[in-house]
């Protein structure tokens, strides 16, 4: 055994002992996290692009920085950086795609005639990689969605466009589903909104909530598809009108029994996701998270260890909400080697599920209900300290992934091999 492993194994042997002390079974816990999907993001890799080839700028806005070299360009070489990803992350996990990354073999489909053929080479590589598909409409990047509006406008013609969209995404979905043996979830999430104040607020939110009612109006079996709808605080162009905001959708989520999306970047700066998800799912079944890291606006950082993502963890393992909430990343830096961005990304949100899967709950529970919150705080502070980092290292040698920085060298020769070539 090298060295290193050694190393490894030894450090876990005594962050075992330190957790068992606190009343915490270490391999419970991360028998646990290999059973958690991630489901991935493709539009990281290609920076929202997608394989329409449109010749559109990135609408709904939507806004992508940095010109980082080696962007997928194909849906091929799309593939291969996500295999290499899941190469380098514990777990077996999921892939998230948009609509607008159909292959229609180079012949004009537009989005209400999109069908599950236009996916079957995804699903295929899915099936061969042993991962399930998430799905997404695309409402925006398209003539029309020039206006701002798609399910809100006003001209029931493109209303009845992006109602088409819908229904057929749904579909879609289902048919991702069926040929995975995975529910596929299907989240809606629209750009509709005003730059400037309005004087009709009610209008276009009674619009929305019939078009929705449209695409949703056929019934798949959950088994096959799980419908989302996410909301949004604000978006560039759409600065002072939201028709979908967190409360328009709670209450259609509620209403329509259809899974709520909380997206960490769609809330106002001083809001945390963390506190919703328990008030949210005393009224849902089901929830959807995209996590992101939003730096003083939607702005959809790679995602990090910081507070607000141990907390959220600590909220889905607290609230024994783990088999009922889906959790996907939703980022997109060009600025960084894109590869490396989702392996930062995903490591990090599991970093964070570990974290809190090793919290000694139970005796944290007990101080609360007798009262004694003195003990309840040192305890919470205690646990800080704890050599989470040694049960890390051992998980993720188990699942035969590179342990610690180890994998930032085979990003680079990754790049160096492939990606250096793409221009």
Known sequence: MPKSEQITEQAFAIAAGQYADRGVDVERAMQRLTSIPISLHCWQGDDVGGFENSGLALGGGLAVTGNYPGKARTPDELR???????????????????????????????RDALEPAHFQRWTDWARSTKIGLDFNPTFFSHPKADSGYTLAHRDPGIRRFWIDHGIACRKIGAALGKALGTPCVTNVWIPDGSKDSPADRKGPRELLAQSLDAVFAETIDPALNLDAVEAKLFGIGSECYVVGSHEFYLGYAVTRKKLLCLDTGHFHPTEVVSDKISAVMNWLDRLLLHVSRGVRWDSDHVVTLGDELLAIAQELVRGEYLNRVHIGLDFFDASINRVAAWVIGTRAMLKALLAALLEPIEALRQAESEGDYTSRLALMEENKLLPVGAVWDYFCLKQNVPVGPAWLTQIKDYEQKVRIHRR
Not at 81 to 103: C, F, M, Q, T, W
């Open 80 to 110: 291969s950086d996500i295999e290499k990803v899941l190469s380098l992350i514990p777990g077996r996990h999921r892939l998230n795609l948009h609509a607008s990354y159909a292959e229609t073999g180079g012949r004009k489909v537009d």
